[in-house]
């Protein structure tokens, strides 16, 4: 195999060039080893804005960035938005989500978000879904069927606001107001593994858009040993699309026993994880609490802040991405990236959608009204850099290296470690 001789090359054969960028290999024929060794190599450059077709190849391999611009992603810049994309809207109720269109991205860290609109005796189908997500009950009761993917059993929750359920990709669920008064729920989610990143798609069972309309009668009938009138039956009845109000007077199954703290949890209770008097609370909802969340690798939070408190600045160390929506109130929100530049610094009020980057450091004060938030985190058991009190880089420096680092004195670095001395997470407003 030796008598090809060991050689250092550089890539030297064009496979394409064009506006877009190129693609390069290491030919045989100036490195023979190649071959013999059956390996191969190649190199891939891309011009801003250049896009490589969806392809597969006949070779595992790792690819390796060598060079890229390092905010090349937050050329979508970061902004806030209310929902403006209309799915379906019915008796029953509607969905409406968030669009690539309004918030790139959406695309670009691949999340998803959508939100459920159901009137009294409003009925979601049976569907499941291409992503992981967590579903927020803002206003109202639902009641939430679930059904695991090859499991006999379908689990019944009751839920109302507050609550906080998971849903993997995969998972049949329905969903229905039972209640006098309009119900609403957020989903929030990884689309990473979507048919379109920063899109949920659905699959439903029933329906005119059903997996069983789209199977037809002559399939459905062999499937299940029916007949003609039988498969048609079955496949036809239901004319609705997505969701529709149901008659009065259906009982549903009463919820199922022991699912609280297991299958979802309420997540704006005031006993938080961090509570502040006079200034507000955080709730954390992670693999620890819920342990089902490892499963679909996300973590949600809540936050309250009471008028003109301060949620002091952070970020998550893990490299994990918050997608963040305001529930109720406002606050004056600033996120803060790279080279120290504000990458948002603005107003949010209630209904609106936010995305913090990975790494990227975020604080708000909220108005007279005060805020809630609710977020979901791209990691089941993140880790939060916090960048103020006595676990923040500020209280553990030693003093001469926070003294040279701040380019201050003595003084001043000792009277800012005191400062830092305390937790310090949420900051009341000053009486």
Known sequence: ???????????????????????????????????????????????????????????????????????????????????????????GGGYYVWSNAKIPLLSDFKLGAGKLLLHPLGFAFPHYADSNKICFVLEGTV?????????????????????AIPISAGLVSWWFNGGDTDAVVLFLGDSSKALVPGQFTYFLTSGVLGLLAGFETDFVGKTFGLDQKESECIVNSQQGSLLVKLDHGIKFPEPSKHTKDKLYSTIDDPPGTVVVKGGGFINY????????????????????????????????????????????????????????????DCKVEEGVLFIVPQFFASSGIADSCGIELFAVITSSNFVSGQLAGNTSIWNALSSVVLQVTLNITPESAQLFKSKNSKNILIVPPST
């Open 1 to 91: 195999m030796m008598e090809s001789k060991m050689a250092v090359e550089k890539a030297d054969q064009t496979a394409f060039e064009g506006d877009s960028g190129g693609y390069y290999v290491w030919s045989n024929a100036k490195t023979p080893l190649l071959s013999h060794s059956k390996l191969a190599a190649g190199k891939l450059l891309l011009h801003p804005h250049g896009f490589a077709l969806p392809h597969y190849a006949d070779s595992n391999k790792i690819g390796f960035v060598l060079e890229a611009n390092p905010i090349s992603l937050m050329e979508n810049k970061l902004v806030v938005e209310k929902v403006d994309q209309t799915v379906f809207e019915g008796d």
């Open 143 to 163: 009641t939430v069927g679930l059904v695991t993917p090859n499991s006999p059993e379908e689990k019944v929750l009751l839920t109302k606001k507050g609550d």
């Open 285 to 344: 909802m992670t693999e620890k609490k819920l342990p089902m969340l490892s499963e679909i690798g996300l973590s949600a939070k809540f936050v309250k802040l009471e008028g003109n408190a301060m949620l002091a600045p952070s970020y998550v160390a893990d490299g994990s991405v918050d997608i963040g929506y305001v529930c109720k109130g406002s606050c004056w929100l600033k996120i803060v990236g790279i080279e120290g530049k504000p990458a948002l």
